[in-house]
């Protein structure tokens, strides 16, 4: 069993985060711009399903790997973004 963890947006990502995923994840966070009224980044979490890290960003973003390990960006189609 593996363990998730959080960090905040910006931040380096953890070591339990795998080299593939956290360069994606540093691809959104670059493209992520800062709140102008001082709020707070969002906030990422790993979990692992069936021995697979994803990444999920407070604002529904979630970055998986795909079969060859290369990140893949999507939106949670629950939070009404939709899409891909």
């Known amino acids: 069993m593996q363990l998730g963890t959080r960090w905040t947006s910006g931040d380096e990502p953890p070591a339990a985060v795998p080299a593939a995923l956290a360069k994606g994840v540093r691809q959104v966070d670059e493209a992520t711009p800062g709140d102008e009224l001082g709020q707070p980044r969002p906030r990422w979490?790993?979990?692992?399903?069936?021995?697979?890290?994803?990444?999920?960003?407070?604002?529904?973003?979630?970055?998986?790997?795909?079969a060859e390990g290369e990140a893949v960006v999507r939106h949670d189609d629950e939070t009404g973004f939709g899409g891909h």
């Open 45 to 66: 979490t790993l979990t692992w399903l069936e021995g697979r890290p994803i990444a999920e960003l407070d604002t529904g973003v979630i970055v998986t790997l795909d």
